[in-house]
C-alpha cells in the first residue's frame, strides 16, 4: 500500500462528541500559551500563523508525495528500460550464439569436406606415383634389356669372328686383287705370270 506521507490524527466528520473535541483544540489553541488570540504577550496573529504553518506543511507533503511519485515513476521507467536492454541485448547475444552455431556447423563441415578432398588426392598422387614408378620401372627395364641385347649381340659378333679366325688359322688365302709391282706375285711359281704353278 503506498502513502503519500500524510497521516491523519483526527478524523473529519463523524459524530458530534468528536466535532466537539475539534472545536476544543481550537479554542485551546486561540487562548493557549505562546501568544494565543486572547492573551499571551499579544500577538493575535499566533493563529493565523498556526494555520499558514498548517497549510505550508501540507504544501511541502503534498510536493513531498508529488517528487516520490516523480522518483517512483522514473524508476519504475529506468527498471523497464534497464530490463528491456536486457531483454534486447539477451535477444541479440541469443542471435548471436545461434549465428555462431551455424558457422562453427558450417566450418566443421567445410574441414571435413576438406580432409576428405585431401585423403582423395593423396590416394590419387599416390596411385599416379605408383603408375609412374611402375612406367619408370618398365622403361629402365627396356633400357637394360636392350644393352644387355647390344652386349650379347657384340660378344656374340666377337665369338663368331674368333671361332672364324680359329677355323680359318691355317688356311692360305688369296688375295682379292692382284696389284703387284713388276709382276711379283708371291703365288706364281715361276715368277714371271701367273700362267703355271
Known amino acids: 500500500m503506498e502513502t503519500n506521507g500524510i497521516v491523519p490524527t483526527m478524523p473529519i466528520g463523524g459524530s458530534m462528541g468528536e466535532s466537539w473535541i475539534f472545536l476544543f483544540a481550537i479554542l485551546a489553541l486561540m487562548w493557549g500559551g505562546n501568544g494565543g488570540l486572547f492573551g499571551g504577550n499579544g500577538n493575535g496573529n499566533a493563529i493565523q500563523a498556526d494555520v499558514n504553518r498548517g497549510f505550508d506543511n501540507q504544501n511541502l507533503q503534498a510536493q513531498t508525495r508529488d517528487i516520490l511519485s516523480a522518483v517512483t515513476s522514473g524508476t519504475a521507467q529506468t527498471v523497464a528500460a534497464t530490463n528491456q536492454t536486457f531483454h534486447d541485448t539477451l535477444g541479440a547475444l541469443n542471435d548471436k550464439y545461434g549465428e555462431l552455431q551455424r558457422d562453427i556447423a558450417a566450418l566443421s563441415v567445410g574441414q571435413a569436406n576438406l580432409l576428405a578432398h585431401q585423403n582423395e588426392c593423396c590416394c590419387n598422387l599416390k596411385t599416379a606415383i605408383l603408375t609412374s614408378d611402375m612406367n619408370t620401372n618398365a622403361q629402365v627395364q627396356k633400357v637394360l634389356d636392350t644393352i644387355s641385347e647390344n ?33 711379283a706375285n708371291p703365288f706364281c711359281s715361276n715368277g714371271c705370270g701367273c700362267g703355271s704353278f
Open 151 to 183: 652386349k650379347i649381340e657384340a660378344l656374340r659378333d666377337k665369338v663368331n669372328a674368333l671361332e672364324l679366325a680359329q677355323a680359318t688359322n691355317n688356311v692360305v688365302r688369296y688375295p682379292n686383287a692382284m696389284t703387284y709391282a713388276y709382276n
